[in-house]
Structure formats: C-alpha cells, structure tokens
C-alpha cells in the first residue's frame, strides 16, 4: 500500500497536468465519481459533516487497523473535493492519517480556487476524516 504522502504527491502531480482551472475542476468532478458511495444506511444527520454548504456524508469503518472511508455529496464540486480526502486517506492506519499534514491541498491551489463557504467546507471535512482517525485510534490502544 503506498503511503499517504506518496500519494499526495501523485494527487499533486496529476493536478499539475492542467494548466486551466475549469480543465481542473472538470478533473475534480471526474474524481467525484471514483469516490467509494455510501451506503444508504449511513446517510444520516449523524454522518453529514457540519461547515458545509452542500450535503457531505461520510462513514468510516476499521477494516485490519485500516480507516476505510465512504462518502457521499449532492454537489459534484464536493464530491470531488471529499474523492482527493478519500483517496489520500482511505485504507491506511488511524495514526498516519492523523498525522498527514494537507500541504498537498495548498500544493494543487484548491483552496484558493473554492469559494469561501466551500474553503470552509473543506477543512470541516478534513477536521471529520480525522475525528475518526483519532476514534479509531483510540480502539486501537
């Protein structure tokens, strides 16, 4: 399994492909559409990540010490955005996640190119990812 920085850079490295923003957001939809859905079960209040704009589900399950993420948008701009979270995240241990840092956000200019509700909605969703992390973390031990 690669790690999460490794793939972060290849998240960096993929949006540096595109030189125009829309051919960026275009990729980010595209993302949108990899992203593991959620079951039905799971789109609850419970599992909506508050600070977003947009609907945003995500449910977290603890398969072999591994986070596994799955989510949910009725926006295709978040769903996007959750899909980058996800597929950084996903799969690995609730300490690295912890401890993954998202320089890599700053690195591809998404902040800079979200609105400031979906700038806000952004961190909520990387405040949660890791909420759970650090749930699960806590089993763990």
């Known amino acids: 399994m690669a790690s999460i920085q490794d793939i972060q850079n290849e998240i960096v490295e ?3 492909m595109f030189d125009d923003w829309m051919d960026r957001y275009e990729y980010m939809i595209d ?3 990899s992203v593991p859905v959620i079951d039905e079960q799971y789109k609850t209040d419970d599992n909506i990540i508050k ?3 947009s609907k945003v589900w995500v449910h ?3 398969e072999d ?3 596994k993420f799955s989510a949910d948008s009725d926006a295709i701009i978040t769903k996007g955005i959750i899909a980058i979270l996800i597929r950084a995240w996903s799969g ?3 300490a690295d996640i912890i401890a993954a840092d ?3 956000i700053d690195q591809i200019g998404l902040k800079e190119h979200l609105s400031p509700t979906r700038a806000n909605g952004l961190v909520s969703m990387i405040k949660q990812l890791k909420m759970y992390a650090v ?3 806590s089993q763990l031990n």
Do not use: I, N, R, S
């Open 14 to 16: 993929e949006f540096a």
């Open 102 to 104: 998202t320089a890599f």
């Open 60 to 62: 977290a399950d603890l």
């Open 92 to 94: 690995q241990k609730p």
């Open 31 to 33: 993302l949108g559409k």
């Open 65 to 67: 010490d591994k986070v």
């Open 135 to 137: 749930a699960y973390q």
């Open 51 to 53: 600070g977003c704009q």
